[in-house]
């Protein structure tokens, strides 16, 4: 599943048949998927840690006994910043920005991340490119793309 598709869903309350608000954003670190923040309709923000919830087919599911807390920035990135940084191979070229990741539905892990090569580029390829997690590198908030064979091959 993409990640932009968790955004704007509804975070609901199995046992009470609560909504409490709707994913606004998520919290990302090195490309790992911390948590959700959510935002009640109050307009106040709160966040959901990895394990606090599961991923409905239409809805975020919040587990027994977890609930919102209260969130400061908790000094982690947002997955609204992280679209649009520029990724680059192992040799220091440019191949693309960050257009997406890929979260497994059930581990809730990043398994690749998209790259867009421009709108120009994409259109022309007909698709953006996925490059798992094993053939990344981060290094704090840089990221370098190791090349594999197959990559190699492609570009």
């Known amino acids: 599943m993409k990640a932009r598709s968790l955004l704007g869903m509804p975070t609901v309350v199995p046992a009470r048949g609560e909504i409490v608000g709707r994913v606004c954003d998520l919290v990302i670190e090195e490309f790992d998927l911390k948590g959700l923040l959510v935002e ?3 307009g106040k923000v ?8 599961s991923i409905g087919e239409d809805a975020v599911l919040l587990n027994e006994g977890a ?6 920035g908790r000094g982690k990135s947002s997955y ?3 679209m649009g940084e520029t990724i680059f191979d192992s040799d220091g070229r440019e191949i693309g920005r960050v257009s997406d990741l890929v979260i497994d539905e059930e581990t809730k892990g990043t398994i690749a991340v998209e790259i867009s090569g421009g709108v120009i580029q994409d259109f022309l ?3 953006r490119e996925e490059i798992p997690m094993n ?3 981060v290094d704090g908030s ?8 197959e990559r190699s091959g492609n570009g």
């Open 40 to 42: 009640e309709e109050n």
């Open 46 to 53: 709160g966040f959901i840690e990895q394990e606090g919830f």
């Open 67 to 72: 609930g919102l807390k209260p969130y400061q």
């Open 80 to 82: 609204k910043d992280k």
């Open 125 to 127: 390829a007909g698709r």
């Open 135 to 137: 053939s990344i590198r």
């Open 142 to 149: 840089d990221m370098v793309v190791v090349e594999s064979e």
